[in-house]
């Protein structure tokens, strides 16, 4: 797939998974791309082991593909061991949204909501 406007990547981006808020979040993790101006927020609920997350939900403002992205990936995550998420790649995201590949110039775009997640599970770690 050579057009990043595809339909499927444009109704995922239209009707996001997960979209929302969490009414009582264990973290918050907000993260921009100061490059575009995109921006997300996500809340996730741990399972009571604090190893898998049981529940996710985002809020966000950006392009297509950060926005898409971040759907399928919340998708991706529910009920998965936070030892899984944090090995998640950048090709695995693509696979996801049915891309081959991606400009240099998306890739932010692409991993703004992974990074997002990414860096409230580093909260935990610290805890």
């Given at each position: ?10 109704d995922e981006a239209r009707n996001p998974n997960n ?24 809340s996730v609920k741990l399972s009571k082991d604090k ?77």
């Amino acid at each position: 797939m050579n057009d990043i406007y595809h339909l499927d990547l444009l109704d995922e981006a239209r009707n996001p998974n997960n979209f929302g808020d969490l009414e009582t979040p264990d973290f918050v993790s907000t993260n921009y791309n100061a490059s575009c101006g995109d921006v997300i927020t996500v809340s996730v609920k741990l399972s009571k082991d604090k190893k898998k997350i049981q529940d996710i939900k985002w809020k966000g403002q950006g392009c297509v593909i950060s926005q898409a992205s971040m759907s399928v990936l919340s998708q991706r995550i529910i009920g998965s061991e936070i030892v899984k998420i944090q090995q998640l790649s950048q090709k695995e995201i693509l696979q996801d949204l049915g891309l081959d590949k991606i400009s240099v110039g998306r890739i932010k775009c692409l991993l703004l909501g992974l990074t997002a997640v990414r860096k409230l599970l580093n909260k935990l770690e610290a805890k």
